[in-house]
């Protein structure tokens, strides 16, 4: 297996203070930065925003942030060059409802992958009071949620569904096969191998609180 991937990018950001009530200090601050990848290997550019916002309206006491971005990943060189890796899988036969716990499958890289492609958000507060014994004390909470377009992955049921057209529930599972997968069967009709190939499959979506004390 071999491969490679060069590629040249720049960072900015920048920090704007919008709004002074003290003197030396900024209540308001934004933050912007954008970030631009070039890959000369692959010919694929990609150029994300970040923006964030940072208040602080009773002093140093009490802190509100908020940021939202977008990112992006590029398969990883094994994603996208890797021969076929064997292993055993369970599947279930989507026309017969059999089990095979031990199901012989392969994975192998597909360079037709695209990159991943994510939005993030993030909200919080931060309380530090700032008298008698208390000072030092530091307690905050956030709240952020992520979504990812395009996940790299792989699925050995979900090419075996898209080559009967079916899945084990009884629902179709149109598609057809993607270039580097297959699924070989016995005389009997039953699975013998399965060739899968990593793919953008589906979206991912997480959501959380953070929760910190410190002194």
């Known amino acids: ?58 002093g140093d006491s009490v802190t509100l942030r908020a940021s939202g971005s977008k990112g992006f990943r590029q398969p990883s060189l094994h994603e ?4 076929q890796t064997a292993s055993l899988y369970p599947i279930q036969h989507p026309l017969t409802g059999l089990n095979e716990p031990e199901q012989a499958v392969t994975v192998a890289g597909n360079r037709r992958l695209a990159a991943e ?27 952020w949620e992520a979504y990812r377009r395009g996940t790299v992955t792989n699925n050995y049921q979900d090419t075996v569904n898209r080559f009967f057209g079916r899945d084990p529930a009884g629902g179709t599972a149109p598609g057809g096969l993607l270039p580097g997968e297959g699924v070989q069967l016995n005389p009997d009709g039953s699975i013998n191998s399965v060739n899968s190939v990593f793919v953008n499959l589906g979206r991912t979506s997480v959501a959380g609180f953070d929760y910190s004390l410190s002194h």
């Open 80 to 83: 996208l060059y890797s021969t």
């Open 1 to 58: 297996t071999g491969g490679e991937r060069k590629v040249w990018g720049v960072f900015a950001e920048w920090s704007l203070p919008l709004l002074t009530a003290r003197p030396g200090a900024h209540d308001l601050t934004m933050t912007v930065a954008t970030r631009h990848e070039n890959g000369l290997t692959n010919r694929a550019s990609a150029t994300v925003p970040k923006v964030g916002l940072r208040w602080q309206p009773f």
């Open 117 to 143: 492609k994510t939005k993030y958000l993030n909200m919080g507060i931060v309380w530090s009071p700032q008298l008698g014994p208390r000072t030092g004390l530091s307690l905050g909470v956030d709240y």
